[in-house]
């Protein structure tokens, strides 16, 4: 369990990254929204990989902080983007092959939010759909405001 929660620990600072990238990309193109919403995600990837730090941290074990891969900087569209961004994992199947309760119900917390995530990604790709050529702004600005 312990090994399978330090690759998810990479694979969150390797999300985090790309959100990041995702975000400067799109602060290049002059979409100051897009570039702050995919700022929020770059630090909720990096809150989850601090979470599961403490977690393996708190039950005794020992955490292992890898090489996270270099990650894309170049994107030609923002449709392009939202469609990549739509991609997360989980680790409560494991938990539970391995009989581990405890952390069955630490990573609960991110199937819920999966959910969340999910449908927020979904949305925001049809949306960048309808969006044609100046409509894009008016999302752009929408999406500045999110906290």
């Given at each position: 369990?312990?090994?399978?929660?330090?690759?998810q620990i990479n694979?969150?600072?390797?999300?985090?990254n790309?959100?990041?990238?995702?975000?400067a990309?799109f602060?290049?193109?002059?979409l100051?929204g897009?570039?702050?919403?995919?700022y929020m995600q770059?630090k909720e990837?990096l809150?989850?990989?601090?979470?599961m730090?403490?977690y393996?941290i708190?039950?005794?074990?020992?955490?292992?902080?890898?090489?996270?891969?270099?990650?894309?900087?170049?994107f030609?569209?923002p449709?392009?983007i939202?469609?990549?961004?739509?991609?997360?994992?989980c680790?409560?199947?494991?938990?539970?092959?391995?009989?581990?309760m405890?952390?069955q119900d630490f990573f609960?917390?991110?199937?819920?939010?999966q959910?969340?995530e999910?449908a927020n990604?979904?949305n925001?790709?049809?949306?960048?759909?309808?969006a044609k050529d100046?409509a894009?702004?008016?999302?752009?600005k929408?999406?500045a405001?999110?906290?």
């Open positions: 369990m312990q090994s399978a929660i330090n690759e694979f969150e600072m390797f999300s985090a790309t959100y990041l990238s995702m975000s990309y602060s290049q193109q002059g100051d897009f570039a702050h919403w995919y770059y990837e809150a989850h990989a601090e979470d730090m403490h393996v708190t039950r005794g074990g020992k955490v292992e902080i890898k090489a996270v891969a270099a990650v894309e900087t170049e030609n569209s449709l392009e939202a469609e990549k961004a739509y991609h997360h994992e680790l409560v199947r494991i938990a539970s092959e391995e009989k581990d405890p952390s609960w917390k991110y199937i819920r939010e959910v969340e999910e990604a979904t925001l790709i049809d949306r960048v759909r309808m100046a894009i702004l008016f999302l752009d929408e999406l405001a999110r906290q």
